[in-house]
């Protein structure tokens, strides 16, 4: 068989036939990841898509069909890739038959303890102390949430970019998060009053739905300020925004596989489901209100369906309770005697958000099941739902 010279799908020098065309080892293992992904229903998601090789991955996966790639016409005798590395199936993966799968409960399979135990003892003392500051009492308790939580404000306009993300940088965002959370929870009355128990087990329920929205607020934000130049950048309200697409994620901390072997059970890292919603996010351009109720609805809903029995009482009561106040800051405030579609639209965002949650669940337990990730926490109850 004759090969090309270049690359089908980006130009460069091709390194032999891969599913069936003539192209370079990136587009291969590119595709070999991708290929029947829900990718090909994606729209382009960069301005730079086409200019100097680049393509988005939406943009790359199209052109590989259009050039005639099929996953069906693997050639281990003819594709480079296979004289050095070839492509671990699904049974070579997890170092057992295919069809069978006997899993040893008493196999060792941690290779690094995360201890968490000095951020959980700040997290208390946050709890514990209360809001830094006195309220004004003639203010709703979205007002006292506001006043802490302003995305609008809190965010620099000079933010720092980060192209690899290591352990360290991981545990960076948790603890920026897991405190931002709970100073956040301080400020709302209604949770003071609970026991310290139960504040504790809402903090870490919630501290990563939180960070979810959080993420998506500044990231539109970011967007509307001009600050990100592609569709794949994200921000953070701490200042940080990561190229996902170019993002270089160490994943040595957590597995012992290589980050292309273990990319399926952590894509939720990337946000991929979610860069629609920041598109949501921008057209609808909530108010610090709007935004303190779509956090609060959305992580006390949560807390209430994980949680169950006592905990979900109070989390209706709480959800209850900021309902009444966003209907007071319509009507009082905006003059809005009908807000019902602007609110769906709220709803529709957080709904959005949890169904990101609800679908990365499977990867998750699939995972646990053939312990692909060997890392382990002192206290996993705070990564129920993270993807780790």
């Known amino acids: ?29 590119f595709f070999r990841r991708r290929a029947g992904s829900d990718l090909i229903e994606k729209s382009c998601m960069s301005s730079r898509c086409g200019v100097d090789f680049f393509m ?80 004004h009492s003639d203010k709703g308790p979205l007002h006292r949430l506001a006043n802490f939580h302003n995305v609008f404000e809190k965010m620099p306009r000079n933010m720092a970019t980060n192209s690899t993300f290591s352990g360290g940088d991981c545990s960076d965002c948790w603890e920026y ?37 959080d993420k998506l607020a500044s990231t539109a934000l970011a967007r509307r300020r001009s600050q990100l130049s592609t569709k794949s950048e994200i921000a953070q ?25 273990v990319e399926f059970f952590i894509d939720g890292f990337r946000n991929w489901d979610l860069m629609e919603t ?20 959305m992580s006390f809903y949560y807390a209430g369906n994980r949680f169950q029995g006592e905990i979900l009482e109070i989390m209706e009561r709480f959800q209850e309770i900021l309902s009444d106040d966003l209907h007071d800051y319509y009507v009082n405030e905006r003059n809005m005697s009908n807000y019902s579609s602007r609110l769906c639209r709220l709803m529709k965002i957080n709904n959005a958000v949890q169904e990101s949650v609800r679908k990365r669940r499977s990867k998750t337990e699939i995972a646990k099941t053939l312990n692909i990730f060997t890392a382990e926490f002192s206290h996993p109850e705070m990564f129920f739902d993270t993807g780790f």
């Open 237 to 261: 309200s701490n200042g940080l925004f990561l190229d996902v697409d170019k993002l270089q994620l160490d994943v040595t901390w957590l597995c012992n596989y290589s980050l292309e072997e």
């Open 177 to 213: 998060y897991f405190l931002t959370t709970a100073t956040w929870l301080t400020n709302f009355d209604e949770f003071q009053k609970l026991s310290h128990p139960i504040k504790m087990k809402i903090l870490f329920g919630i501290w990563h739905m939180w960070g979810r929205m």
């Open 278 to 297: 920041v598109q949501m996010f921008i057209d609808l351009d909530p108010t610090p209100i709007e935004l303190n109720y779509m956090l609060a609805q």
């Open 56 to 135: 988005c991955k939406p943009c790359r996966l199209k052109k590989c069909y259009e050039v005639g790639m099929d996953e069906r016409k693997f050639q281990h005798d003819r594709d480079v890739i296979s004289s050095t590395q070839i492509p671990r199936s699904f049974d070579k993966f997890v170092g057992r038959p295919q069809f069978v799968h006997f899993c040893d409960p008493n196999a060792p399979t941690t290779s690094k303890f995360i201890d968490l135990s000095f951020l959980v003892q700040k997290g208390e003392q946050i709890i514990k102390s209360g809001p830094s500051w006195s309220p």
């Open 1 to 29: 068989m004759i090969c090309l010279k270049f690359c089908k799908i980006c130009e460069r020098k091709s390194q032999g036939i891969h599913f069936g065309v003539s192209s370079c080892r990136a587009c291969a293992a």
